[in-house]
């Protein structure tokens, strides 16, 4: 799967994981079907992270307001334009998923109220030169994920 990320939203991700620092932010993405296995992403929130583990408090995504607004925004396409997953950062290690983050993607796919029949994770963080890397991981039900491709 491809995941573009276009430059506004990179550069916005940039401009936020600077003024965290080490902390670690994230949130959840919304995105544009373009094509079988690829996506863009249209938007996303930023959230400051709860706690000193890798974890965000999640609430049932029909309540989440930011989704609410993309749906009515776009004129509720949902077949082009839906929730894509969840990002987040690790600033001070590698982007690889941890345990904590397969548990979280496993829960947002197999849960039925959600509905997704795949969730992205992208992780993120700054390198030395300040530049935005990532890494994308596609969770499919059944416990199943593989790898894709951030195109910035
Ligand atoms: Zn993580």
Do not use: C
């Amino acid at each position: 799967m491809n995941i573009h990320l276009p430059e506004d939203i990179a550069e916005k991700l940039i401009k936020a994981l600077k003024k965290a620092g080490s902390k670690e932010i994230g949130g959840i993405l919304m995105g544009e079907y373009l094509s079988p296995g690829v996506y863009r992403v249209k938007d996303l929130t930023i959230q400051s992270q709860v706690g000193t583990t890798a974890f965000f408090l999640r609430m049932p995504l029909i309540v989440l307001r930011p989704l609410q607004s993309f749906f009515q925004n776009t004129n509720n396409q949902f077949t082009r334009f839906n929730y894509l997953g969840e990002w987040h950062s690790h600033p001070s290690y590698s982007t690889e998923p941890s345990s904590t983050d397969y548990q979280t993607m496993w829960e947002i796919v197999e849960d039925s109220t959600v509905g997704a029949n795949f969730a992205v994770l992208i992780i993120v963080k700054l390198d030395e030169k300040q530049q935005l890397e990532g890494s994308v991981t596609v969770f499919i039900p059944n416990y199943r994920s593989f790898r894709g491709e951030l195109i910035q």
